[in-house]
C-alpha cells in the first residue's frame, strides 16, 4: 500500500494586495468598543428630578402653613384677655373709659354689642358703685378655621362694693381674625 493522504482542509480565500478580507472572514483583532449605555444618565436625571419634586413639595408645604395658618394656637390667650377685659371693672368706671380700655379688641359689630354692655355697667355704677374682678380658670378652643373661632372660657367673678358676690360662669368668645390679631365678634354666657 502506498502513502495515505488525508484531504487537505478548505484555505481561505487569498485576498489580493489593496482589498480587505469579507466580513466575518477573520475574528477582529480586538474587543468590540462597548455600546453606549445611557442607563446611569437617565438614573442621575430622575433622581434629580425627584430631589427637586420633594423640594417643591415641602417648601409648598411651608408657604401652606404660612398663608393657610389660622394663628389658632393664640386664640386662646387672645379671648381670655379680651373676655377679662371686658368683664372688669373698677367701681366709678365710666361707659366713656370702658370703652376706650376695649375698643382695639372688638370688630365693628362686637364693638356695637360692646357699648350696650358699657351702659349697662354705667347704670350699675351710678346705683352701687361695684368692682368686678374676672380671671380665667379655664380655657379651651372649640372650633377655628379660616380666621373665625370659638372659644370656651370658664371665669370667675368676684364683685366687691355693695352687691359683693363670688361666681364662676362658662362663656363662649367668638373671635375673627383681623389685620394679624384676634378680635372679638361676640360674646355669650353659656351657664
Known amino acids: 500500500m502506498g502513502p495515505v493522504t488525508q484531504p487537505i482542509p478548505p484555505q481561505q480565500p487569498a485576498t489580493p ?20 449605555s445611557y442607563v446611569g444618565l437617565i438614573i442621575g436625571i430622575l433622581a434629580a428630578f425627584f430631589v427637586l419634586l420633594a423640594g417643591v ?10 398663608v393657610g395658618d389660622d394663628h389658632c394656637g393664640t386664640v386662646a390667650d387672645a379671648a381670655a384677655s379680651t373676655v377679662t377685659s371686658a368683664m372688669s371693672f373698677d367701681s366709678g368706671t365710666t361707659k366713656e373709659s370702658y370703652l376706650a380700655r376695649n375698643r382695639d379688641r372688638w370688630t365693628p359689630f362686637g364693638f356695637t354689642r360692646l357699648q350696650q354692655l358699657a351702659g ?21 378652643v372649640k372650633e377655628c378655621q379660616d380666621g373665625r373661632a370659638k372659644v370656651l ?15 364662676t360662669t362658662t362663656t363662649t368668645a367668638t ?9 372679638a365678634t361676640d360674646l355669650n354666657v353659656v351657664s
Open 17 to 36: 494586495p489593496g482589498s480587505y478580507p469579507p466580513p466575518g472572514a477573520y475574528p477582529p483583532p480586538y474587543p468590540a468598543a462597548p455600546k453606549k
Open 57 to 66: 413639595g415641602v417648601g409648598g408645604y411651608f408657604v401652606y402653613r404660612a
Open 120 to 140: 349697662t355697667i354705667e347704670q350699675l355704677q351710678k346705683m352701687s358703685p361695684t368692682a368686678v374682678n374676672v380671671r380665667v380658670v379655664n380655657q379651651s
Open 153 to 167: 372660657l370658664v371665669l370667675h367673678s368676684s364683685a366687691k362694693g355693695a352687691g359683693s358676690y363670688n361666681t
Open 175 to 183: 373671635m375673627q381674625w383681623v389685620d394679624g390679631k384676634w378680635l
